[in-house]
C-alpha cells in the first residue's frame, strides 16, 4: 500500500517558473524524504524533513511539512531543464524503518 | 565502488524460468532494501535486511521470491518460476543505519519476462 501520494501526476512548465509538487499522507510520520528519478536511472534523495520540522531549503530546493493537514510541499525554484525527472515522496511511520514511496509526480521543464 | 552496485541491468527471460538479481550495497551500509517498480508506478516495498536481525518479508508478493543477505553485504533476490506480471525495474537501497534517512539507490535490474 502506499502512504504518501503526490500531486499532480504530471506537470509542465517553462524554464526560470516555479515547479510546486505536493504529497499527502495518511498516518503520523516521523520523517518525510523527496526524491528524484530520471528517466531509467535509480532515485537520488534530495531533502528529508522530520516531524517537528516545518521547512527545510537546500539550494534551490523548498520543503514544508504540515502535519496537522498531513501533508508537504516540495518547490523548485528557477526551474532549469535538467529538472526534468520524476519527483517522489517517501514516509516511514511508528517503528518501521522502512520508507513507503507515492507514485510520483512527472515534471517537464521546457527550455 | 563508491555506490550501490546491481546486476544485471537487463534481464530477459522465458516465463516459468528462474532469476537471480544481485545488489552490492555501499561498504558499511548496515540497512538494506529491495523495492519493485513497475511501468509509470510508484515503489512498491519488498523486503528489508537490517544488520544480523531477521529480514521484514512483508512485501514479497509470493512465495516464488525470496532474497538472502550474505556476510551483512551483497544480497541476492530470487525470482522462482517467473510469471509476466513479474516484469518490473527491481530496484535495492542501502542506508548507513535504519531510521538514518537517506537511501540510497542502484541503478536498478530490468527484468522482462516473455
Known amino acids: 500500500s502506499q502512504q504518501g501520494e503526490e500531486d499532480p501526476q504530471a506537470l509542465s512548465i517553462q524554464e526560470g517558473e516555479n515547479a510546486t509538487m505536493n504529497c499527502s499522507y495518511k498516518?503520523?510520520?516521523?520523517?518525510l524524504q523527496w526524491y528524484r528519478q530520471n528517466s531509467g536511472r535509480g532515485l537520488v534523495h534530495l531533502i528529508l524533513?522530520?516531524?517537528?520540522?516545518r521547512e527545510k531549503h537546500s539550494g534551490r530546493l523548498r520543503v514544508t511539512l504540515d502535519t496537522s493537514k498531513k501533508s508537504s510541499s516540495l518547490l523548485i525554484t528557477a526551474s532549469r531543464a535538467a529538472d526534468t525527472a520524476s519527483y517522489f515522496c517517501?514516509?516511514?511511520?511508528?517503528?518501521?524503518?522502512?520508507?513507503?514511496f507515492g507514485r510520483g509526480t512527472s515534471l517537464i521543464v521546457h527550455p | 565502488g563508491a555506490g550501490v552496485s546491481q546486476s544485471p541491468s537487463n534481464k530477459v527471460t522465458e516465463k516459468g524460468k528462474d532469476v537471480e538479481l544481485r545488489c552490492d550495497p555501499i561498504?558499511?551500509?548496515?540497512?538494506l532494501y529491495w523495492y519493485r517498480q513497475s511501468l509509470g508506478q510508484g515503489l512498491e516495498f519488498l523486503i528489508y535486511f537490517q544488520g544480523n536481525s531477521a529480514p521484514d518479508k512483508s512485501g514479497l508478493p509470493s512465495d516464488r521470491f525470496s532474497a538472502e543477505r550474505t556476510g551483512g553485504s551483497v544480497s541476492t533476490l530470487t525470482i522462482q518460476r517467473t510469471q509476466q506480471e513479474d516484469s518490473a525495474v527491481y530496484l535495492c537501497a542501502s542506508s548507513r543505519l535504519a531510521g538514518s534517512g537517506e537511501l540510497f539507490f542502484g541503478e536498478g535490474s530490468r527484468l522482462t519476462v516473455l
Open positions: 517517501a514516509t516511514d511511520s511508528g517503528g518501521s524503518y522502512i520508507p513507503t
Open positions: 561498504s558499511g551500509h548496515t540497512a
Open positions: 524533513i522530520r516531524s517537528n520540522e
Open positions: 498516518t503520523s510520520i516521523n520523517n
